[in-house]
């Protein structure tokens, strides 16, 4: 890849920008209020603004391997506490995809390093829901489930937040699992049914 095309990409697009609204970086400059938080997957295929039709300052967007969101990763952490207390996002988003490199990686059992306590929130993922994922006979079916499982746990991972917790109650915040189908580039809502888990869950994680 030529980087100077980046740059050129760059100068094109503001040109692009400024002939649909000559103001479109004043008001940019102004600040961000995005409605939207979107937890994805790294990988380059998932390209959170460009597949859902958004612009800048449309989304807030934290990404790493395998879309997780650990308690302990003060990362990922500080992005839900900014973007549910601060800028007040009205959605919460996780969204896999099929074809994700750290699922695949949880499901083999091969030593990668620094990977390895990384990828075992997936296996504990995976250990959760094992009679039902080892009644999948087909291995391509079993890999797809198991992207769609770690999307709910992750949700679930959120619900656990007093952040998310408080901004449900007092407002109405809603928290999603997608899917990426990048064989089709299609959307998927898992449409998990949020209310239900949160009920079955709260009595161990209510944090007030
Ligand atoms: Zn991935």
Redesign the pocket.
């Known amino acids: 890849m030529n980087l100077d095309r980046v740059f050129q990409n760059n100068e094109l697009w503001i040109k692009e920008k400024l002939a649909l609204d000559a103001n479109y970086f004043d008001a940019l400059g102004k600040g961000q209020n995005p409605e939207l938080l979107f937890i994805g ?3 380059s295929r ?1 390209t959170a603004e460009e597949l859902m039709g958004l612009g800048p300052g449309e989304a807030f967007v934290h990404r790493n ?3 997780m969101v650990s308690g302990t990763d003060l990362n990922v952490m500080s992005v839900v506490e900014y973007a549910v207390v601060i800028l007040k996002v009205k959605h919460v988003v996780v969204c ?2 099929y ?5 695949k990686s949880a499901m083999q059992s091969a030593d990668l390093g620094i990977l390895n306590p990384w990828l075992r929130n997936i296996r504990d993922v995976f250990r959760l829901h094992k009679t039902e994922l080892n009644a999948i006979e087909d291995e391509s079916k079993k890999y797809e489930r198991l992207v769609e499982l770690n999307v709910q746990e992750q949700c679930v991972n959120l619900i656990k937040t007093a952040a998310v917790q408080k901004a449900y109650r007092d407002r109405g915040l809603k928290v999603h699992g997608w899917v990426f189908d990048v064989h089709t580039g299609k959307l998927i809502d898992l449409r998990i049914d949020f209310d239900n888990i949160l009920k079955n869950i709260m009595e161990i994680y209510h944090l007030d």
Do not use: K
């Open positions: 997957c790294s990988d998932v391997i395998a879309n896999g995809h074809e994700c490199g750290g699922v």
